[in-house]
Nanobody, 125 residues
Framework: HVQLQESGPGQVKPSQTLSLTCTVSGGSITSDYAYWNWIRQPPGKGLEWMGAIFNSGSVYYSPSLKRRTSISRDTSKNQFTLQLSSVTPEDTAVYYC?????????????????WGQGTQVTVSS
């Protein structure tokens, strides 16, 4: 069955770029009819959809984060990545990768069939 695993640094300094990788096993980011999403949850707040990449390579971003977000993939490793530039302490959150069968752009847990376990990223100097 499909499994996702986030990896990346747990702490980033303000103004730097946050980079995270999601490794997928049991599924293919190029052949599965699926959207591979990045979602985050700041402390005390709800889930926020950040963006997604489709199996074709098409990328979609949240309008509120589009200016600072880049999603790409390494098909040879079955991985997709998130880069968030110019981070501030407000970007401190648990970051998740998740799989969905449609482009829903929501923070609803039920909309995503598979989730990574999440990784804490703290923006602090």
């Amino acid at each position: 069955h499909v499994q996702l695993q986030e990896s990346g640094p747990g702490q980033v300094k303000p103004s730097q770029t946050l980079s995270l990788t999601c490794t997928v096993s049991g599924g293919s980011i190029t052949s599965d009819y699926a959207y591979w999403n990045w979602i985050r949850q700041p402390p005390g707040k709800g889930l926020e959809w950040m963006g997604a990449i489709f199996n074709s390579g098409s990328v979609y971003y949240s309008p509120s984060l589009k200016r600072r977000t880049s999603i790409s993939r390494d098909t040879s490793k079955n991985q997709f990545t998130l880069q968030l530039s110019s981070v501030t302490p407000e970007d401190t959150a648990v970051y998740y990768c998740a799989r969905s069968n449609a482009l829903l752009m929501t923070g609803w847990v039920r909309d995503y069939g598979h989730w990574g376990q999440g990784t804490q990223v703290t923006v602090s100097s």
